[in-house]
């Protein structure tokens, strides 16, 4: 067995991707122990964003928010609307893409996700002032923007 390193012998940047990364896993292991029987994370992930952001996103929209490639979430739309959970219907934008609304079943498993996780999420909330909890969640929203934009632009600074 290696020996392990000194914490700050990681470059800062790398440091904060691995509590990011921890921290992400820890709270999907979370949510994944409280949804509703049938539920997957990336289901209720889609869900859960439709709640906050509204309904009408197109499918490219949230894969691009998530990260994830066109085809997964293909895959996670298609089981969600045979399960009753959302339905695509033509962008009245253009016609050519689809957005994504609610089924009442969807909303209702959206719902009840989101209260089946509240308990945790109040006592998580306690663990730090307020204050402190939203400032990290606006760097961090902030963080993500701009490694999205370096995706997205690499030559950009």
Same mark, same amino acid.
Do not use: Y
């Given at each position: 067995?290696?020996?392990?390193?000194?914490?700050?012998?990681?470059?800062?940047?790398?440091?904060?991707?691995? =509590?990011?990364?921890? $921290?992400?896993?820890?709270?999907?292991?979370?949510?994944?122990? /409280?949804?509703?029987? !049938?539920?997957? $994370?990336?289901?209720?992930?889609?869900?859960?964003?439709?709640?906050?952001?509204?309904?009408?996103?197109?499918?490219?929209?949230? =894969?691009?928010?998530?990260?994830?490639?066109?085809?997964?979430?293909?895959?996670?739309?298609?089981?969600?609307?045979?399960?009753?959970?959302?339905?695509?219907?033509?962008?009245?934008?253009? !016609?050519?893409?689809?957005?994504?609304?609610?089924?009442?079943? !969807?909303?209702?498993?959206?719902?009840?996700?989101?209260? @089946?996780?509240?308990?945790?999420?109040? /006592?998580?909330? @306690?663990? =730090?002032?307020?204050? *402190?909890?939203?400032?990290?969640?606006?760097?961090?929203?902030?963080?993500? *923007?701009?490694?999205?934009?370096?995706?997205?632009?690499?030559?950009? =600074?």
């Amino acid at each position: 067995m290696t020996t392990p390193l000194p914490p700050n012998a990681l470059p800062p940047v790398l440091s904060l991707f691995a =509590a990011v990364s921890a $921290a992400h896993h820890a709270a999907q292991r979370l949510v994944e122990a /409280r949804l509703p029987k !049938g539920l997957t $994370a990336p289901q209720f992930a889609v869900l859960e964003r439709m709640i906050r952001l509204g309904e009408g996103q197109t499918p490219i929209s949230i =894969a691009n928010a998530f990260g994830w490639p066109k085809t997964s979430m293909s895959h996670t739309l298609a089981v969600m609307e045979a399960r009753g959970l959302v339905r695509l219907e033509p962008n009245p934008r253009d !016609g050519r893409s689809k957005c994504l609304w609610f089924t009442p079943k !969807g909303r209702a498993l959206a719902m009840l996700g989101v209260t @089946s996780v509240e308990e945790d999420l109040s /006592r998580i909330a @306690s663990l =730090a002032p307020i204050e *402190a909890v939203t400032t990290l969640a606006e760097d961090l929203t902030s963080l993500a *923007a701009r490694l999205d934009d370096q995706r997205r632009f690499p030559d950009a =600074a």
